[in-house]
């Protein structure tokens, strides 16, 4: 997946990052170098596992890098919320490319953005009981 250019720019302006040196020619889409406090939920069997804050290092609009303690290996899968300049956030599923040792006991993770995600709907339970009641209600006509 690949963001539009303005959702890039929408997701962007909320970093206080900084366009790529360039080192990076052979990339499929430009970089910004930030450095920024994301959280990251893990993928496990279908299941979320604990949030992890992690420090973002790069951001595209195919994908973001970020440092972290532990290798994560290529192909696993973990969900990230990224705040939008309107307000809100929007959630990505992101697949996992490869981590590399940055150093003592760091590493830097290459992810790309898989999908978004659609947030649950909200409903109270009041709304819950009212549907309930419409259905008995239709089932016994």
Not at 52 to 69: E, H, I, P
Not at 111 to 130: G, K
Request: charged residues 25%.
């Amino acid at each position: 997946m690949k963001l539009s250019a303005e959702q890039f720019a929408e997701l962007a302006s909320t970093f206080n990052g900084v366009a790529s040196s360039g080192k990076f020619d052979r990339r499929r889409a430009n970089r910004m170098d930030l450095n920024a406090r994301i959280k990251i939920t893990p993928i496990a069997s279908g299941q979320r596992m604990e949030e992890m804050n992690v420090m973002a290092c790069d951001f595209s609009a195919r994908g973001v890098a970020f440092l972290n303690n532990t290798a994560l290996p290529a192909g696993a899968q973990f969900i990230t919320e990224l705040p939008r300049r309107s307000g809100g956030t929007v959630q990505f599923l992101c697949t996992i490319m490869h981590s590399e040792a940055v150093g003592g006991s760091m590493f830097r993770i290459g992810s790309e953005f898989t999908c978004t995600l659609q947030p649950a709907p909200q409903t109270s339970a009041a709304d819950d009981q009212r549907e309930m009641k419409r259905i008995r209600e239709s089932m016994l006509r």
